[in-house]
């Protein structure tokens, strides 16, 4: 079959697929997005490619992978295409974004990105590089970029972090300047006054492609893209009206995109009603052998679960008002059959996501002398989860930083849940300063961790639901 490229593009085009009527041969990169990975091709490089119908050229990508080769070169054989399916109520539909016009491999061309980063025609960087992806060495290959328009005299960037971070726009500007400062106070200086990072909630649930979704776009299309994915209809992204070029607020706005004077009232909803309840599910759904979001939810007693913990311990402490409306958006963009969106890849590096997830939730409870039964379920899934076996004995690999120190203590206590979240509570990087140190919270989660191991984690989520009703 055909590839997928410049030239098939109206194969795919005729059986139904939108495609870019823009000029892309001419187009030149001014966003240089580091993390090529499944999100970003369905987020941001979708708002771009809206704002290139538009007739703004100002958005063209060149797409930075961090180390792997495969998915960087396969789009380049594509001329950066590759079709996107999109599943909403309204049903499916296929489109294939023409923003990004190179790629490349960080690990492989260090200093072609060092160059795009000071290339005269660069205006943004974006960033989806995971939330341990936030590392000096980032910051400085960022850096080295900026020390060269520096020294030529040329513009700051805006530089978007759009990863699932609490503050994520601030923690970069203070790594970059850290990484600034070891070459001269003025560049810091420059760095920190010149650019601008904006902080930003991005949404869209973008599950990791597979070969069921590439076999679709080969039946759909009639075309082969080894770059095919999946999304849901819904996506947001908000982020703070700082830009280097004040002409970019509006022109984001004119896409879609929500620009505001602060983001934290949106990224803490997102956090922990979406991401919290992601994490939870993850867990949950891998131990019981559930595969996919979707069918986490569709178990009554799981969507209780949530939508409990949503509404009585997580929604309290927001101030997105529009809290109750998100909550049912949310469960019913869980639900979407078509997403098949993995449990694994969710509890994938779990112990850099809890921290924004869970916690803060937690903390907030204890306050007001609420109940935390809920985000204690999950955390006591989380380290029954960690033990890389389910109930039916089917063991899984587990894929964290943390893994090497984690799964050994929750293997070596998996018969005393006690002694097991003693260990495993230990951790501030995850838990953060208080709950290592809070007895409370940790009966409680060795109790919900106790009845896990004595009902298996379903009718053990049945009895919180229960007693849950019952203190209503
Ligand atoms: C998920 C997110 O993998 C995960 O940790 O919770 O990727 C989630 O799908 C997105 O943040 C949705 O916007």
């Not at 697929?17 to 987020?43: C, E, K, M, N």
């Not at 061309?109 to 005269?120: F, K, L, R, Y």
Request: proline share 4%; charged share 20%; hydrophobic share 45%.
């Amino acid at each position: 079959m055909t590839q997928l490229n410049t030239q098939s593009l109206a194969i795919a085009a005729q059986r139904g697929a939108a495609v870019p009527a823009y000029d892309r041969q001419s187009l030149t990169p001014s966003v240089v997005h580091i993390g090529l990975g499944a999100f970003h091709r369905a987020h941001q490089a979708m708002v771009f490619d809206a704002l290139l119908s538009r007739g703004d050229r100002r958005w063209g990508v060149l797409g930075v992978a961090m180390r792997s080769t495969q998915l960087a070169d396969a789009l380049q054989t594509q001329h950066g295409l590759y079709a996107v399916q999109i599943a909403s109520v309204k049903g499916i539909h296929w489109q294939i974004p023409g923003a990004i016009v190179d790629t490349c491999v960080l690990a492989r061309e260090n200093a072609t990105v060092i160059q795009a980063i000071a290339a005269p025609s660069t205006r943004w960087i974006t960033l989806t590089v995971t939330e341990k992806g936030y590392t000096p060495e980032l910051a400085k290959l960022i850096v080295q970029g900026l020390t060269l328009r520096h020294r030529q005299g040329l513009s700051g960037l805006t530089i978007a972090s759009c990863d699932n971070l609490s503050h994520n726009g601030k923690r970069l500007q203070a790594a970059c300047v850290t990484a600034a400062q070891a070459v001269s106070a003025e560049l810091a200086t420059w760095v920190d006054q010149v650019c601008v990072f904006p902080n930003s909630m991005v949404d869209r649930i973008v599950p990791a492609a597979t070969p069921e979704r590439l076999q679709a776009a080969r039946d759909s299309l009639g075309v082969d893209d080894a770059a095919a994915l999946g999304t849901e209809g819904f996506w947001e992204w908000v982020i703070e009206d700082r830009f280097v070029d004040p002409s970019d607020g509006p022109a984001l706005a004119s896409a879609g995109v929500t620009v505001v004077r602060d983001v934290a009232p949106f990224e803490e909803a997102k956090l922990r009603m979406l991401n919290g309840s992601h994490s939870a599910m993850a867990s949950m759904g891998a131990v019981a052998g559930l595969k996919v979001i979707c069918d986490c939810i569709s178990q009554p007693e799981i969507k209780t679960y949530v939508r409990d913990m949503m509404t009585d311990e997580v929604a309290p402490h927001l101030s997105r008002s529009d809290w109750a409306e998100y909550r049912e958006a949310l469960l019913q963009r869980f639900a979407n059959p078509e997403l098949k969106h993995s449990v694994h890849q969710i509890a994938m590096d779990s112990s850099q996501k809890i921290p924004q997830r869970w916690p803060p939730t937690v903390g907030l409870q204890m306050k007001k002398g609420a109940s935390y039964e809920h985000i204690a379920f999950a955390a006591a899934a989380w380290m029954r989860y960690l033990q890389g076996r389910n109930e039916a004995g089917a063991s899984y690999a587990l894929s964290d930083p943390m893994a090497e120190q984690l799964q050994p203590l929750a293997i070596a206590h998996a018969n005393d849940p006690a002694a097991c979240v003693k260990a495993i509570s230990a951790f501030e990087s995850v838990w953060g300063k208080d709950l290592p140190t809070n007895a409370a919270w940790q009966a409680r989660v060795t109790h919900w961790l106790t009845q896990i191991n004595a009902l298996g984690v379903l009718r053990a989520v049945a009895s919180l639901n229960q007693a849950h009703a019952v203190s209503k």
